[in-house]
């Protein structure tokens, strides 16, 4: 009977130590999922920043769509070469899509922590005296007489661009005729001959340009040139930057009423695609100087108002 009983016991601590086990790697695997999923999510909103289709991800980094699909909804199991390309398309370290790189050391952590829970108010002049902290070069005296317009196609860039440009008597560059210019070839053609990573040098390029010609000028951006930490921030340093902010149906209809019916007219799948990279880009349009939203507004309108807005901005900034 003891020989029994012992036997017995094994056989309950085996399997007591195979439901344990059993209960680790359910663990492991939910972490794990958590994980995939949350990795997903960060591809989905690299990209919507980015304003690329999962169709022009897909092409450039000769990943199928379905795939694409797969990784973005915390289905797939993607190699380490896959995420690679990924990151190297959507131009971004491999460790921002595949985790939070502020856990790569203590003073990152201690930095997190200080800045953890803070509002937007909080966290914007947290940056500007970084920024101020870390400048190197001299402020550029010139940053208020150029103005540049950021914003999603649709929301007025070139219209109100070209409107205060002749108003205050300075020249209005277009950045896409520049890029073209230096290229050789239109935008669309340098995304489908060289890929994005090239458009993004001729965008950083044009705008270098375009600050050392041009003291005084409007500057029409591309929407995604936010995007592109660098560039942006070069575009913050030398420019005083409007967000030209409209809802989703406005910039679609104003982009189908130009003659572009490209974008998806009637299609809700191009909505919601509008929808993610407007919230994608939210917090980086944030970053400008002025807030301007066009909607609902007649042209005339919202023309005197954007204009007033801007001298009286510049005005205090003077003071």
């Known amino acids: 009977m003891k020989q029994n009983y012992t036997v017995m016991a094994g056989g309950k601590d085996a399997e007591r130590g195979a439901n344990e086990a059993e209960g680790g790697a359910e663990a492991e695997r939910a972490e794990r999922d ?13 990209r919507a920043r980015r304003g690329m289709t999962r169709k022009a991800l897909a092409g450039e980094t000769g990943l199928s769509e379905r795939h694409l699909a797969n990784l973005e909804s915390g289905m797939g199991n993607p190699s380490v070469q896959v995420l690679r390309q990924i990151a190297s398309t959507l131009n971004c370290p491999l460790a921002e899509i595949i985790g939070d790189v502020t856990t790569s050391s203590a003073e990152w952590m201690l930095i997190r922590e200080l800045l ?12 500007a005296a970084l920024e101020q902290l870390f400048e190197q070069a001299p402020a550029d005296p010139h940053r208020r007489e150029r103005i540049a317009l ?13 409107m205060l440009a002749q108003e205050l008597k300075v020249p209005f560059v277009e950045l896409n005729r520049v890029i073209e210019q230096l290229a050789g070839c239109s935008p669309s053609e340098i995304h489908s001959l060289y890929g994005a990573s090239a458009y993004r040098r001729y965008e950083h390029r044009a705008l270098e340009a375009v600050i050392a010609e041009h003291p005084r000028a409007v ?3 591309p929407g995604g040139l936010v995007s592109e930490p660098s560039t942006f921030s070069m575009l913050l340093a030398h420019c005083f930057t409007v967000w ?23 299609n809700r799948e191009a909505m919601d695609d509008l929808k993610r990279i407007l919230a994608g880009r939210g917090e980086l349009y944030g970053r400008a100087d002025m807030t301007f939203d066009t909607s609902d507004k007649t042209l005339a309108d919202a023309y005197l108002q954007l204009r007033d807005r801007i001298a009286a901005r510049l005005g205090a900034e003077m003071e």
């Open 244 to 266: 030209l902010q409209a809802t989703p149906e406005e910039h679609m209809n104003r982009v189908v009423a130009q003659g572009d019916l490209r974008p998806m007219s009637g």
């Open 34 to 46: 958590l994980f995939i999923a949350a990795m997903g999510e960060r591809v989905r909103l690299l």
């Open 219 to 221: 500057i029409a951006s």
């Open 116 to 127: 953890q829970g803070r509002d937007p108010s909080a966290l914007q002049h947290a940056r």
């Open 150 to 162: 950021v914003g999603l196609r649709g929301a007025g860039k070139s219209t109100f661009g070209r």
